[in-house]
Structure formats: structure tokens, C-alpha cells
């Protein structure tokens, strides 16, 4: 099947308005389909190039690792959820916080911006993908059959992450997440590659004060409507 027939659900937003929920919701929903995490790949990449002794500012020698590295996304739920590089489970090292720092050190950079989109483009496969990040619609897969911008306001979002750090033992304030919430979007939507922003097209959703329930019942609504399902 040529690429371009292959439906895309490209789901957007910033961080902690639950994108991970919507589209491990849609990979059941959708048998067979495909899923990406574009922000885990290059959490993935910085990692391996961490663990392979390349510095992180030689962006074309840490480029050059996107394309060899086998990378998949499996489970249905934030605790089964597995992610596996080379057949190696690296789920738990992908997620720390440690790894989110070191993804910030490569992510602006345009040769690895440029290697990443191959590698993404490279999930397109049948019978379908769902495709989780900040520019899937804008920039990595423009033609996708449902574009889905998610947003939620930073208080709520902050009150989310406090909630997650809790539940792993780690401690925190609301007020520091929220400011760092508020920092992280201003950085995103003013950047000059890719910036955070719905497509033209897309659907809004807004999660502020809705349930888990709420939010997939507005999903499946769209799914239905644009012959998905």
C-alpha cells in the first residue's frame, strides 16, 4: 500500500493533557494500527547517544544513530506500557527525568530534527498509525486523515504531574510545575522549527476538567465522524 493511502490520527498538544491516553485508547480501538511517540524518539536517540559516549552537541554524529536504531511502542495502558530499543526494554531509562534533560540538548538541533523525520515517517505503515506529539499534523504528516489538537490549562496540567510525582514517591510543589508548565509551552509555541500549534483543520480538545471517560467519548466521536472506525 503506498504511504500516502495509509490513514494517520495525528494527536497533538503540549505535555499532560493526555495524549498517552488517547492514543493507547486509539491503538485498541483501531486493531492492527500503529503507534508513535515522536517525543519518546528523541528521548530514545539522546539516550543511546549518551550510553554510546557521543556529545550531545555534535548533532550530525548523534543524527547519525536515528537510523539504526529499532524502536517500538507496545501496551495498552501508562503500566503496561513498554518501550522497546534494539529488544531491549528501556521504558523505565526513556521516561526518567534525566533523559527529558538530555532530549533537550538535541531536540532543537535541525540534523536531528531531520533524521527523526525520516525515522517517523518510517511508522506510516498498514493498515494505519497513531501518531502522538507537538507537530504530527503541522509538520510530520500534514495529509493525516484526523488531525486532533489537545490542550488542557496549565494549572490542570501542573495538578496532573504533581499527581504522577506523588504516586512514584517523588516530592513536589504545584506552584514550581506550574511555572515550569507555563515556561516549557512559551519555549514551545515561539520556537522557530516546528512550533507548537493546532493544525489547519484540527480538532480541539480540550481536556480542562474533563474525565478520563469524558475525553475518549469526545475522541470516539470524532473517529466515528471522519469514517475511521
Known amino acids: 500500500m503506498p504511504e500516502t493511502t495509509i490513514p494517520v490520527i495525528a494527536v497533538d498538544g503540549p505535555s499532560g493533557v493526555g495524549k498517552g491516553l488517547v492514543t493507547r485508547w486509539l491503538a485498541q480501538r483501531l486493531p ?15 539516550l543511546s547517544a549518551h550510553r554510546r559516549g557521543v556529545d ?10 536515528a537510523p539504526r536504531l529499532d524502536i517500538r511502542f507496545e501496551g ?9 530499543v534494539d529488544g531491549e526494554n528501556w521504558t523505565h531509562d526513556v521516561r526518567r527525568e534525566s533523559t527529558g534533560a538530555l532530549a533537550s540538548k538535541i531536540a532543537a538541533a535541525p540534523e536531528v530534527r531531520a533524521a527523526l523525520l525520516q525515522r517517523q515517517h518510517d511508522f506510516r505503515q ?11 499534523g503541522t509538520v510530520v ?11 488542557a490549562s496549565p494549572e490542570e496540567r501542573a495538578q496532573r504531574r504533581l499527581k504522577q510525582l506523588s504516586a512514584k514517591g517523588i516530592q513536589a510543589t504545584l506552584a514550581p510545575l506550574c511555572e515550569e508548565i507555563r515556561a516549557r509551552d512559551e519555549r514551545d509555541r515561539n520556537r522557530p522549527i516546528a512550533p507548537l500549534k493546532p493544525a489547519e483543520h484540527a480538532e480541539v480538545v480540550d481536556t480542562t476538567g474533563l474525565s478520563p471517560e469524558a475525553v475518549i467519548a469526545r475522541v ?10
Open 141 to 151: 504528516f500534514p495529509d493525516a486523515a484526523l488531525k486532533i489538537f489537545m490542550d
Open 76 to 84: 495498552a495502558s501508562e503500566d503496561d506500557e513498554r518501550i522497546l
Open 126 to 136: 498498514a493498515p494505519g498509525l497513531i501518531a502522538d506529539g507537538r507537530d504530527m
Open 56 to 65: 550531545l552537541h555534535e548533532a550530525r554524529a548523534v543524527a547519525g544513530l
Open 220 to 229: 470516539e466521536e470524532l473517529v466515528q465522524r471522519y469514517g475511521l472506525s
Open 32 to 46: 492492527g494500527w500503529h503507534r508513535l511517540d515522536s517525543g519518546a524518539l528523541y528521548r530514545i536517540l539522546a
